[in-house]
């Protein structure tokens, strides 16, 4: 599981790649602070390459939300795949986000 | 609608009420017309009879006087002839016919001019009666010469005509202002000499006085009048005037002798006075009588209202009832089978209520692989019955939602319900949680009918029914089932059903046809059976009552636990079985993916069974094993129908199925962090169970294939 942020002018890009598992979650927990200190910022969740998504990781994604909101970022979740959007149904997660 | 329809009622009952009135008041009103008409018809032919009667009468009474005047002039007349030799014979004469005649009041003799030269022209004698003098009663015949200058009779109607006449004759009225000093009527004859001229004319005088008291009784009413008019129609008896506008009926009668006509004048309003005094009465009777009728009217409108009323509020509490039988209806699970995905049970229920809403009650759900049910009896009926029955079955889901132990879940509802008893209503209760997978079933009877378990009563305690005693500790119970054994519950509209002579169907009865039933069923897997068992015993109780009217609510549940594998009746798989064994950390759980990736579990399924799975260890490893190094045992067991996981682990006590559930429906702000892991599983399985048993946690997760 690897996290990865890029800028891009206004845009704070956080790249998922690999399964987001309980145990993943503490290191990707580490990995995306920056973004829950960003204010006023587009902050973009890239799920392109998210394999699997537990609880654990859905609650780092709630996190970032609420944060987000916090300091007037907002928060978009981009290219999940068929398995993470049922859970993102499961969960009621699909009405949190922005998913684009 | 139904108060528009009750409405037109009303109208229609007072348009009928208007016109009971109308028709009262036009037969009322028409009688007193008749009545009217008639009495005055009587009233004006009586009138008639009188007056013609009391003109005969008068008509003879003034004859009478009449033709004693005629024969009394007579009579001066040839008292007069005898004494022409000298003038004072005259007077003389007049002053013998008074003295003769009582009934005579004045007398005269009055010559022809000159007749006797020494009297000169004038020459006119009479006699006539004074009635008093100075104020007394005095009887007297005054006798003097009245003719002279002043008094010229020569000219007057009577001497004239009293001279050329050759019989009695009577004039008109006149003012006699010399002899008698009234009005008079007078009767000549005339005087005449030996050579038959005629020298003189005697003259008898009738009083106006004296007429009107003969005619007096020609007053037929008190206000009536009468009239007598002489021929040429000079009134001798004058009316008093006429009233424009008033109505008089007036009679006449000619006399013959003398050629007067008497009449008798009555004013219509006096002729009709009381019959308009009568009139004016009922009338206003009529008036009270409708008055009273309208009173009475209105008064039994106003009943028929109530009635109306009573009866419409009567109709809405029926329509309340049925409203209330409807809801609690509604509350009871009526769809069979209730989980036509399990295979490993029948259930069937039915409710026969009475007319009255009654409180039978039965209600069943599955949670976590496990059977909650009851079933129970409010006592009394009607709404207060629905209300408790509703209330029981609201407390036994909120109650069992986090308790398994029937004793537990009766205490605390008959806590609940004793404390608001105020109807003082209690509940006869069966609660059983039935353990899906092993049997197991704890219950607790709250004094309802005891169950029947394979046509054997199940032995329960009765402790006390719900509702009686606050604090009352319930005592719980426990078997275990086995595949195949049916349990049959009940209320007691079943063993107290009566026919038409008042017997009941009783226990006995339905123990036996109970026992009959399961002796004829040959597939122990028919899933059928829980339906068929309740429709052989409603026709048995049906066939019992006959037409006798059901006076309680009638309720039945049979529950059926069948084999699980097997219920088609093919042959049984073979399941195949993985383990693996993890240490409580979380860094194990990618091994756990690779662990489920090796069980080839159909690729739709595999990552939400990971996730399932992932989540179910996770909790585990997190709280099984506060501060300490455990172990946790996970296996799988599949068949092609399902997939079963058993996580197990010797750390604390802890059963995830208890933990709050995220509510997944709240914006991001009061979304709780927690509380995900445990909501994916029960949305993912299709059946999550917990267990304690020997020091261990022991989770099953099943899933169908």
């Known amino acids: ?100 | 609608m139904r108060r528009q329809n009750s409405e037109e009622k009303t109208t229609i009952r007072s348009k009928a009420g208007f016109w009971i009135l109308l028709v009262a008041a036009v037969v009322l009103e028409a009688t007193n017309c008749i009545l009217y008409l008639y009495t005055r018809h009587t009233i004006r032919e009586e009138a008639v009879q009188r007056a013609q009667s009391e003109l005969r009468a008068a008509e003879l009474e003034i004859n009478a006087v009449t033709s004693q005047l005629e024969a009394a002039v007579q009579m001066l007349a040839r008292m007069g002839e005898d004494g022409l030799g000298d003038p004072e014979e005259a007077a003389k004469a007049t002053r013998t016919l008074l003295e003769t005649l009582d009934n005579v009041e004045s007398a005269g003799i009055a010559f022809t001019a000159g007749y006797y030269p020494k009297k000169g022209k004038w020459y006119e004698v009479c006699s006539s009666r004074v009635k008093e003098k100075d104020g007394l009663p005095y009887d007297s015949i005054y006798t003097r010469q009245i003719g002279s200058a002043a008094h010229d009779y020569l000219a007057s109607e009577w001497f004239s005509n009293g001279l050329s006449i050759d019989s009695a004759w009577w004039c008109e009225p006149y003012n006699d202002d010399a002899g008698a000093q009234a009005m008079v009527v007078s009767c000549s004859y005339p005087i005449r000499d030996k050579e038959g001229r005629v020298v003189a004319v005697a003259l008898v005088d009738l009083s106006l006085e004296k007429l009107m008291h003969l005619s007096q009784y020609l007053q037929v009413y008190q206000e009536s009048y009468y009239s007598i008019a002489s021929a040429t129609g000079v009134n001798i008896v004058t009316p008093p005037d006429t009233v424009p506008g008033r109505r008089y009926l007036q009679f006449d009668e000619e006399i013959d002798a003398t050629g007067w006509r008497i009449s008798i004048i009555i004013p219509e309003d006096i002729l009709y006075a009381d019959l308009k005094r009568a009139g004016l009465f009922i009338t206003i009777l009529m008036l009270i009588g409708l008055a009273v009728l309208v009173f009475i009217m209105f008064r039994s409108a106003n009943d028929i209202r109530r009635l109306v009323t009573v009866n419409t509020q009567k109709e809405r509490m029926i329509r309340d009832l049925e409203i209330a039988r409807n809801i609690q209806m509604a509350m009871l699970p009526k769809t069979f089978p209730p989980y036509p995905n399990r295979r490993d049970l029948a259930m069937y229920g039915v409710v026969l209520p009475a007319k009255e809403v009654g409180g039978d009650l039965y209600d069943f759900y599955e949670r976590d692989g496990k059977l909650f049910l009851c079933i129970g009896d409010v006592s009394g009926k009607g709404v207060p019955a629905a209300l408790v029955m509703a209330m029981t079955r609201s407390l036994f889901r909120s109650l069992s939602a986090h308790e398994q132990d029937t004793a537990v879940i009766a205490t605390q509802i008959n806590d609940a319900m004793s404390e608001s008893n105020e109807l003082n209503m209690f509940v006869t209760l069966f609660l059983a949680v039935m353990d899906l997978r092993t049997g197991e079933m704890n219950y607790c009877n709250a004094g309802h009918n005891a169950p029947v378990l394979n046509g054997e009563f199940l032995p329960t305690i009765p402790n006390l029914p719900i509702g009686i005693l606050s604090g009352f500790a319930y005592t719980p119970q426990n078997t275990t089932l086995q595949r195949g054994d049916m349990l049959f519950f009940y209320t007691d509209g079943l063993t107290e059903a009566e026919n038409e002579s008042k017997t009941l169907f009783g226990e006995e009865r339905m123990i036996n046809l109970l026992r009959s039933f399961r002796a004829e069923q040959t597939d122990p897997n028919d899933a059928t059976v829980a339906q068929r068992g309740i429709e052989t015993m409603l026709n048995a109780v049906h066939a019992f009552v006959g037409k006798a009217e059901q006076s309680d609510d009638l309720t039945m549940l049979a529950v059926k636990w069948l084999p699980e594998e097997d219920r088609h009746g093919g042959k049984l798989d073979k399941p195949v079985r993985h383990s693996i064994v993890m240490r409580n950390d979380i860094q194990q759980i990618p091994t756990l993916a690779e662990w489920v990736e090796s069980l080839h579990i159909p690729d739709a399924l595999n990552m939400t069974i990971n996730l399932a799975l992932e989540e179910a260890v996770t909790n585990v490893m997190l709280y099984a094993y506060p501060g300490e190094n455990g172990k946790v045992l996970i296996e799988a067991e599949k068949t092609p129908q399902r997939i079963t996981f058993t996580i197990s682990d010797s750390g604390i006590p802890f059963d995830p199925t208890q933990r709050p559930e995220a509510d997944i429906t709240l914006p991001a702000e009061d979304r709780a962090i927690g509380g995900l892991g445990i909501h994916l599983v029960r949305q993912i399985m299709d059946d999550i169970h917990y267990e304690r048993k020997d020091n261990r946690n022991i989770l099953t997760l099943v899933k169908k294939l």
């Open chain 1, 1 to 100: 599981m690897t996290t990865t942020i890029q800028e891009n002018g206004n845009q704070l890009i956080a790249l998922f790649a690999g399964r987001l598992d309980t145990a993943a979650a503490i290191p990707t927990m580490e990995a995306v602070k920056p973004l829950l200190e960003a204010a006023n910022r587009e902050i973009i969740l890239d799920c392109t390459q998210l394999e699997y998504i537990s609880s654990s990781g859905l609650r780092i994604f709630l996190s970032i939300r609420k944060d987000a909101a916090a300091h007037g970022s907002k928060v978009i979740v981009r290219n999940i795949s068929a398995d993470i959007r049922q859970v993102f149904m499961m969960t009621g997660f699909i009405s949190l986000f922005e998913i684009q």
